[in-house]
């Protein structure tokens, strides 16, 4: 990679949390505010990765790897304890307005529009705050209308707003000052699967006709399988794995769960290559598929012939089993970076 090729480049990054630990009980409580005790939780360990522009990041981990408190040392609300992060060549803690100018944020737990006031006037706000001229605010809006169908809603309160209208709104705040890089932090939590659909196609459109780097944090792998060239996974605030999706899909991704309903409760399942039966309650079949052996439409249509099927569904491995798995096969695979994760 050529060096000025990177727009985000992060170095021994790291952040620690000093957290009070009250005593037990009225006394220890009484004592701990005289004596204070302390604990260190490093919830970024010492994490090095570069972003070239127009790249597409997933950033995914389990609860408490610090993902967000990595995207907050990045848009400049957290200073790290030590190392660099720089975005768009500034140092995002040092210039935090500067910085704002150049990046889009959004944190799906919180909205950053004004509760009571229609969609309409929370943009027109925003638009003052980043100092958007009138002409290229009106054309940005006029595309992110359309790209995110705002329109129905635009004169609507937002405490109004379903999640998944808010979160559309929230990503046209986000973008009107059109910023070249994008920060996402589980964008698509709580949303059905529609809403998650049309966020999805916005974000894969934004990436591809304006070039915009994308870095999105998320616990859903359909995001990351439909939107991330590339993936960066976090455990316990080190980085475990760093590279393309579709290696982390070769190796790791190969198994589903089969969640099936039969008419018939003595169901006996003749062998599928690649599948099997995990548990069995009634009429329900859990099952295990090795997509290595054979096609999940091969194995949909091979139960389908044997037995009448009520309900069928087909659940992605979580993250949480895909990082387990990339514990259990480290050694085995040199490509991935784990000077990343061992080294100090
Ligand atoms: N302001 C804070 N004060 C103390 N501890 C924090 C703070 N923010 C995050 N942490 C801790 O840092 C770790 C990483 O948190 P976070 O970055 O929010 O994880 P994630 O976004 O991956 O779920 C967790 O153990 C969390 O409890
Ligand atoms: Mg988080």
Not at 16 to 22: L, T
Not at 59 to 87: D, F, H, Q, R
Not at 295 to 314: M, N, P, R, W, Y
């Amino acid at each position: 990679m050529k060096k000025d090729d990177a727009i985000i480049e992060v170095k021994k990054l790291k952040k620690e949390f000093k957290v009070n630990i009250s005593g037990e009980g009225f006394a220890g409580k009484l004592k701990s505010l005289f004596q204070r005790k302390y604990k260190l939780i490093t919830a970024v360990n010492s994490i090095n990765f570069s972003v070239r522009r127009g790249e597409f990041v997933g950033y995914v981990g389990e609860n408490g790897a610090g993902k967000s408190t990595t995207i907050k040392m990045l848009t400049g609300i957290l200073v790290p304890t030590s190392g660099t992060a720089k975005v768009g060549g500034l140092i995002p803690y040092e210039n935090r307005k500067k910085n704002a100018e150049k990046i889009g944020v959004v944190f799906g737990q919180r909205t950053q529009l004004w509760w009571d006031l229609p969609v309409r006037e929370s943009f027109d706000l925003l638009r003052v705050i980043f100092r958007v001229a009138r002409p290229a605010y009106d054309y940005q809006m006029e595309k992110l209308k359309k790209a995110l169908d705002l329109k129905p809603f635009l004169d609507m309160p937002v405490r109004k707003l379903s999640l998944g209208q808010r979160m559309r709104c929230d990503l046209a705040a986000s973008l009107i000052h059109n910023p070249p890089v994008l920060f996402l932090d589980e964008p698509t939590i709580g949303l059905d699967v529609l809403a998650k659909e049309s966020i999805r196609n916005f974000l894969a459109e934004m990436n591809r006709e304006e070039g915009t780097t994308i870095i999105l944090t998320t616990h859903d792998m359909n995001d990351i399988e439909h939107l991330c060239k590339r993936l960066i996974i976090l455990d316990e605030g080190r980085i475990i794995f760093d590279d393309e999706t579709a290696v982390l899909k070769k190796n790791f991704i190969h198994e589903k769960q089969i969640e099936v309903e039969f008419y018939d409760e003595a169901c006996f399942i003749k062998e599928i290559p690649g599948v099997t039966v995990v548990r069995e309650e009634g009429c329900k079949k859990w099952l295990k598929h090795d997509n290595k052996k054979s096609g999940i439409g091969e194995v949909i249509s091979a139960l389908a012939t044997q037995f009448k099927i009520k309900d069928i569904s087909v659940k992605e491995p979580s993250v949480e089993s895909i990082i387990r798995n990339i514990y259990d096969n480290r050694i085995a695979l040199p490509m991935m970076t784990f000077e990343n994760a061992f080294s100090e």
